[in-house]
């Protein structure tokens, strides 16, 4: 992952969304999803294109061209650009377009002014071009800073043709009463208000006035009227000469009396109001969740009628028609609606222990969502975000009462996640889908949250791999284009291809060459290193398996050096802020497993005892996160954490025999797959990974909905070690999965030819970004589903243990390793004696009892 470009955020072209986005800094106590709302509009400036671009220049791989009172925009190229001519004003300020496009993608636009003269990405706002051969109108707000010199228009990362119609600078003047927060309990609404204005204002509230000093806040408290189990409620507050505001509330009151229709199977019983108006879940007679309300068009809630049956709980109403079926420790719910509708509302009850949206959010105990610790820009508010960036069907909450999940099929469905509740004021967690045919399953029981993930994959089945781009011979002849072209010069290999990437003679990218072709590079020095994946075969290949382990010596000290007492590996930097505390399981287990790989290649016994304390300090985990502290906070969720948890607890079983190692090494294995997409609707999409829920320096990029293949593959590899042990889910199908989209990934030609690609801008734009990386996990990957060794073969029996470049078996005190007749090689018995081999075939070594 590197800060280079962010990927285009879709939004929509209504005023009401787009100024969601003027939402000031708030509290972590604080999520507030709803925007101030617009007084009025003044147009700063504006281009109609009647017989001339007006001053627009095309700036990348683009033409402009103006007739038919409209501009034309051709894109030649993934990256086209045009700029405005100057307009001298201040922000911050909407640009609002008409455009008319063939193609769809994401499109953003820049800006540069007298205090920020350099175009950057946090000078920008993104959004999403519809395909509509129709007029569209967007509008896209700019927080600017200084005079603003010009803007820039970026229409997409597709080659073809936009109309544009107009386009206008326009200010827009907010309500000056913003209503920040609303609570709700039992009795009680509670309403946060501010006043923006430098005068006082009047306002009232059910009838009941109240003057707000300038700059100052208020608190409005109002009865609920708790007289029905579930009631929805219109806050109004009015100003004299603004606008209304208005929230409308679905409340619950547990305490009235609920004149329901019962279901029950197992410990479940779900209880649905007669006049369709809600449903308590109760396990064991006890209240874990509601759904309130059961539906709502556009917060109107449906009068329903009740059909009664003797194994489901139907409701009709005009234009939509719910069923519920009960079978512990499920409920199955069906919508079927002739209007775009919310439901259900689902809301587990109980204090959050864990929450998971999937794509988006990974909580811990009492966390929020759409809270700012990962992303502090407008885009932390994803509590209804691009369906795009939905990994995988399923939200869940794990509270005190019950773990409480949901899962669905048809990915067109928007999503609702809000934990706890702001979007209703209440302290239950909210779960919820938007379409007209909605069909959902609904998890009720006491299980982990790691559980509900393969409950929910279990629930569609891991989806089958893609096509291969290529086959083994054209893939590995690509890897070798890359190595030998773009990535290589007489020094050496560079990590990436790009010219500043210094070239060294890497270990991990020689390994490759000699597994790919059989032949070690001359090299008069190898520097370890050098991919994502560890690849030290080219040591015990060129006569210097002594030289790597003095490197591993070290490298166990140096790691030693890191640890605390109690096993613990502390951070401190500015990646830090917003943590509750100096560490997480990510930046842990990344030492973890560097100690635990290096025992089990060598039998060393303080790597070893080094790393079994830190697998016991990390129980205490319950999030993947903390993993790439070099440019995202230690809070932010990551694959990477899953990857170095499920590496270093196998590894820590296969030393220790510990089963309990072995069960935490399947829960972070599990907690990886919500990073995966196990769904596609693009030609790249299908186990593509998210590499963390949340941005570069809190700001960009946003890396939710940006495909990051090589943190994948970091994750796939220990999946590969994880299968021999544990068939909770087909390991090896999810790992190739991954391997497959990262091949097609790898650019097929051109200058960077068998690279991959660090991300995708985004899903739907498909376009690659650098920086381009070796293609060496691909191959050791490969190679170990293939049941090949991909570095370093290790034996062990009693007190024996025996590392080789080749396959190996230790069988009546003997070592025997397979290897190509004539092949020189080297052997490392017990970490300390080193064994040279002229291979005849089958190669018996004796070993000392």
């Not at 773990?403 to 067109?412: F, G, I, K, P």
């Not at 096509?467 to 560079?494: A, E, F, V, Y």
């Not at 994750?715 to 544990?726: I, K, M, V």
């Amino acid at each position: 992952m590197k800060p280079l470009k962010s990927p285009r955020h879709a939004i929509s072209p209504s005023a009401m969304y787009l100024f969601c986005f003027l939402i000031p800094a708030l509290t972590l106590a604080a999520i507030n999803p709803y925007p101030r709302q617009v007084v009025k509009t003044e147009t700063l400036t504006k281009w109609v294109f009647t017989n001339n671009l007006q001053g627009f220049t095309p700036a990348h791989d683009c033409k402009l061209s103006a007739k038919n009172s409209r501009m034309f925009i051709t894109a030649t190229g993934a990256d086209p650009y045009l700029i405005s001519p100057p307009i001298n004003l201040k922000g911050p300020f909407i640009v609002k377009l008409r455009l008319k496009d063939i193609r769809q993608g994401p499109g953003q636009i820049f800006w540069i002014s007298d205090t920020h003269p350099q175009w950057q990405e946090e000078q920008s706002t993104r959004f999403d071009i519809k395909y509509d051969p129709q007029w569209q109108d967007y509008e896209v707000y700019l927080s600017t800073q200084g005079t603003v010199q010009h803007i820039r228009l970026d229409p997409g990362t597709v080659t073809g043709t936009i109309e544009v119609e107009f386009i206008e600078i326009i200010r827009a003047q907010l309500h000056p009463l913003e209503l920040q927060q609303i609570k709700t309990n039992e009795k009680q609404i509670t309403l946060q208000l501010h006043n923006h204005d430098s005068t006082p204002l009047n306002f009232t509230v059910d009838n009941k006035q109240y003057n707000l000093a300038a700059r100052q806040d208020q608190t409005v408290t109002l009865d609920s009227n708790p007289t029905k189990t579930f009631a929805s409620r219109t806050i109004t507050i009015k100003s004299p000469n603004l606008p209304e505001i208005q929230r409308n509330l679905y409340l619950y009151h547990p305490s009235a009396k609920l004149d329901g229709v019962v279901l029950k199977s197992g410990d479940l019983t779900l209880i649905a109001a007669r006049d369709g108006s809600g449903a308590q879940i109760k396990k064991a007679d006890r209240l874990v969740a509601v759904i309130a309300p059961l539906v709502h068009f556009n917060d109107t809630v449906p009068q329903l009628k009740l059909i009664e049956s003797n194994n489901a709980i139907n409701f009709s109403g005009p234009q939509i028609k719910i069923s519920f079926t009960l079978k512990a420790p499920e409920l199955s719910i069906a919508i079927n609606s002739e209007i775009d509708c919310e439901g259900p509302v689902l809301r587990a009850l109980g204090n959050l222990e864990q929450g998971l949206f999937a794509g988006l959010e990974y909580l811990g105990k009492g966390e929020l969502s759409s809270s700012k610790l990962d992303i502090e820009t407008k885009e932390h508010l994803r509590f209804a975000p691009d369906r795009l960036k939905v990994t995988m069907p399923l939200m869940s909450c794990a509270t005190d009462l019950a773990t409480v999940a949901m899962t669905w099929q048809d990915m067109h469905l928007q999503p609702v996640f809000a934990a706890p509740n702001f979007l209703d004021g209440s302290n239950d967690h909210r779960m919820a889908l938007r379409g007209k045919y909605i069909q959902t399953n609904i998890l009720v029981n006491n299980t982990s949250l790691e559980e509900t993930i393969l409950w929910a994959v279990n629930k569609q089945q891991l989806p089958d791999l893609p096509n291969p781009p290529r086959t083994w011979p054209q893939q590995k002849k690509i890897c070798m284009d890359s190595l030998n072209g773009p990535l290589h010069n007489k020094n050496g290999w560079g990590h990436c291809a790009e010219d500043h990437w210094a070239r060294h003679p890497f270990a991990d990218q020689a390994s490759t060459i000699w597994r790919l072709t059989g032949k070690a590079p001359n090299l008069e020095k190898i520097t370890p290193g050098g991919a994502h994946i560890p690849n030290d075969a080219i040591y015990f290949v060129t006569g210097r398996a002594n030289e790597w382990l003095q490197h591993k010596k070290n490298q166990i000290r140096s790691i030693i050096q890191q640890q605390k007492p109690d096993g613990s590996f502390r951070y401190n930097g500015k990646f830090q802020k917003g943590h509750f505390e100096d560490t997480a399981s990510g930046f842990c287990a990344q030492h973890a497993r560097d100690l635990l790989e290096i025992a089990y290649l060598t039998g060393d016994k303080d790597a070893l005892a080094a790393g079994v304390k830190t697998l016991e300090f990390m129980k205490r985990f319950r999030t993947p996160r903390g993993a790439q502290t070099w440019e995202v906070p230690l809070h932010t969720p990551d694959i990477l954490a899953s990857a170095y948890l499920v590496w270093s607890y196998v590894r820590g079983y296969e030393l220790t025999g510990n089963q309990e190692y072995l069960d935490l090494a399947r829960k972070w294995a599990l907690s990886g797959v919500p990073f995966v997409y196990l769904w596609g609707e693009h030609p790249i999409m299908t186990y593509a990974t998210i590499a963390v829920y949340g941005a570069t320096n809190w700001v960009a990029p946003n890396w939710m909905g940006m495909p990051v293949q090589w943190c994948g593959l970091v994750y796939a590899y220990p999946l590969t070690l994880l299968a021999p042990y544990d068939n909770t889910l087909n390991w090896n199908k999810l790992a190739n999965g991954i391997l497959i989209a990262g091949e097609q990934m790898q650019y097929p030609d051109g200058k960077f030819i068998g690279t991959l690609p660090d991300s995708l801008e985004e899903i739907r734009s498909q376009k690659r970004q650098p920086w381009n990386i070796n293609p060496c996990p691909l191959i050791s990957i490969h190679l170990r589903l293939s049941g090949q060794v991909d570095s370093l073969a290790v034996a062990a029996s009693g007190k024996n243990r025996i590392t080789s470049p080749f396959p190996i078996e230790i069988q009546d005190g003997q070592a025997f390793v397979t290897a190509p007749q004539d092949t020189q090689y080297q052997v490392l018995i017990n970490g300390e004696k080193i064994i040279n081999l002229t291979s005849r075939g089958k190669d018996i070594i004796a070993l000392d009892e």
